[in-house]
């Protein structure tokens, strides 16, 4: 069984619409594929609806967590009921606030000599949950970088850089909670991505552990064989299951569907803890 728990679409700052996203994940080998789009479900029915032969869904969702008073991170929710109320309202909060934000980046580019538009920003992002990495192909049009991840240094983009603007991101404890009490399951998204910006420490780790935690994303592309090794380690003693995702974001990011995996057992142990949603089969 080939698993991949972690892919982005166009319903986010991926490029491959959720059609088109579980048809090649089909054509690359995978048995189960998630699609955990950023702060949003929005793409889980037409994924849902193309789903080819063969190939399991798992729906889910990357939610924008903030944790030791200003640490941005990511919290992977999986198989949780989208209905919800109070976990379906935060996510509406973190998408307004996306909008205010990337407009605010867009300003900033624009005062700092970069000729984008918020017309054409919100044109790449086509409806889906706007973010950075739509900025940045804006900049990259404008000729004003090379690719998406020169946008993503402290002259531009990048967590402080010059037009970095901030948005409103759910505590990550809270989003543990809100999760699971929508009946899903938490698995914090690359808890290691130091080349991102700054990460939580393992006391932290450990008190989402507390708040509920089901696990963590340990092998990633962000994550050297030093950091994979530490955060396996962490799991253990914390009894946390352990992932691994190709965090698949289409052409924003150089990584295929299915090049990292997770096991079936850690996968079985996720869809057995959560009741919200069923993985789907066509
Ligand atoms: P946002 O959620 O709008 O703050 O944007 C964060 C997204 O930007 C992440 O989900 C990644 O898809 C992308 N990203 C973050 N860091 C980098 C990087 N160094 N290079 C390319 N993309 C990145
Ligand atoms: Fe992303
Ligand atoms: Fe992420
Ligand atoms: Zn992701």
Do not use: Q
Not at 64 to 71: L, R
Not at 81 to 88: C, I, L, R
Not at 135 to 146: F, I, N, Q, S, Y
Not at 150 to 170: N, Q, S
Request: charged residues 25%; hydrophobic residues 45%.
């Amino acid at each position: 069984m080939r698993i991949d728990l972690h892919t982005h679409s166009t319903a986010s700052d991926g490029t491959d619409a959720p059609a088109d996203l579980v048809r090649k994940a089909r054509a690359a080998g995978l048995d189960v594929v998630a699609l955990t789009d950023h702060d949003t479900t929005a793409g889980w029915a037409e994924a849902a609806e193309a789903l080819p032969d063969g190939l399991t869904l798992v729906r889910g969702a990357e939610i924008s967590c903030v944790a030791e008073g200003g640490i941005s991170l990511h919290m992977l929710g999986y198989l949780f009921d989208p209905a919800e109320p109070k976990f379906a309202r935060a996510r509406e909060l973190v998408r307004t606030d996306r909008v205010r934000r990337a407009e605010a980046m867009v300003a900033r580019c624009r005062e700092l000599g970069a000729p984008i538009t918020w017309e054409r920003v919100r044109e790449i992002a086509g409806g889906g949950a706007v973010g950075r990495p739509h900025v940045a192909t804006a900049l990259v049009e404008a000729g004003v970088v090379a690719d998406v991840s020169a946008a993503f240094t402290p002259e531009w983009l990048r967590d402080g850089g010059r037009a970095f603007v901030g948005k409103y991101e759910i505590e990550a404890a809270d989003a543990v909670r809100l999760i699971t009490g929508a009946g899903g399951a938490a698995v914090f998204a690359h808890p290691g991505a130091v080349t991102r910006g700054r990460t939580v420490s393992d006391a932290t780790i450990a008190e989402l552990a507390e708040a509920g935690l089901a696990g963590i994303e340990v092998d990633h592309m962000d994550h050297d064989d030093t950091m994979r090794a530490h955060l396996r380690g962490l799991a253990g003693e914390l009894r946390l299951i352990t992932t691994g995702s190709s965090d698949y974001h289409g052409t924003r990011k150089t990584i295929n569907l299915g090049e990292i995996t997770t096991d079936p057992e850690s996968y079985g142990a996720i869809a057995e803890l959560a009741t919200g949603a069923r993985p789907l089969t066509p």
